[in-house]
């Protein structure tokens, strides 16, 4: 099987992997420089570096590459290590770089406002497959949103039905209404999505967040919540509440070690009995 036409079908099919490339040689090795081997997600393989202890290695340091999302230099002295004397080496050293294999980063954004109309531009340009959800069919077009994948003109409640984030998906909420803020993030705090996001200021997302925690929606699943969303640029404009929620996402993307804003505010804030008494002072991003 072609690898590059197997790194394809991952991709597509939105699944993980990770490629292995013997970029250095010294000496005798049971391959040769550029051999490749693709390592999927179930832990399955194409291609070869040349098998043995060697591969055993890059195998497992390719899993743990999946999951980091950050690629690996391995250095093997096949001298010196009697484990990798397997007869099938004559004794070399080799650099092998393991690089992860990631699905395309889909990002929901539900609403068609000014924000998401920048949103949309901004986050394709960074990288991410954009749909974009709106009940509005006058609103919902691809006219209005040419950087998207997919525009959907369709009810929220039918929306939902219709998706199915997975874990490397990303869901952003900014429509033109509390009430609808409120029925997606019900629905989205329930799903794989790696990242959840809604606008607007802490008040109104305390009195959402009260509202679902009533109906029974556990409160654990508000922690991995970013509201008010986007980094804390001092973002007042659509174009630049684009850039704030952008640049959060790609923090979460690319694991950022700076600490973001989520709800754990507002569970801090509760134990402290001041969530009555939090005031409507300028958050991340407000409502456009």
Not at 53 to 70: F, I, N, T
Not at 183 to 207: C, D, N, P
Not at 236 to 252: D, K, Q
């Amino acid at each position: 099987m072609d690898i590059y036409e197997q790194i394809v079908q991952l991709r597509r099919e939105g699944r993980r992997g990770a490629v292995a490339t013997i970029v250095n040689v010294r000496g005798s090795i049971p391959s040769f420089k550029t051999a490749k081997m693709l390592v999927r997600d179930d832990g399955s393989i194409v291609g070869t570096i040349g098998g043995g202890c060697v591969e055993a290695d890059v195998w497992q340091a390719a899993r743990e590459v999946m999951e980091s999302e950050k690629p690996r230099t391995l250095s093997f002295d096949l001298n010196q290590d009697p484990k990798y004397d397997t007869g099938l080496v004559c004794g070399g050293t080799l650099e092998v770089f393991v690089e992860p294999v990631l699905p395309p980063a889909l990002l929901y954004v539900f609403g068609a406002g000014h924000v998401a109309i920048n949103l949309c531009q901004v986050a394709a340009n960074a990288g991410f497959d954009v749909i974009v959800t709106d009940d509005r069919t006058s609103y919902a077009t691809k006219e209005r949103f040419p950087a998207a994948r997919e525009v959907y003109g369709l009810d929220f409640d039918e929306a939902i039905q219709k998706l199915d984030p997975n874990e490397t998906s990303y869901i952003v909420i900014v429509t033109r209404g509390h009430r609808d803020d409120m029925r997606i993030l019900r629905w989205a705090v329930q799903t794989r999505a790696r990242y959840v996001g809604m606008i607007g200021s802490k008040r109104k997302v305390i009195e959402i967040f009260k509202t679902l925690r009533g109906e029974g929606v556990p409160a654990s699943l508000f922690d991995r919540v970013h509201a008010p969303i986007g980094l804390d640029i001092g973002a007042i404009t659509p174009e630049e509440i684009a850039v704030a929620i952008t640049a959060e996402l790609i923090a979460i993307r690319r694991h950022a070690d700076a600490a973001l804003p989520h709800m754990s505010w507002f569970r801090s804030a509760e134990t402290r009995s001041d969530v009555d008494n939090a005031s409507d002072a300028p958050a991340a991003v407000k409502r456009e």
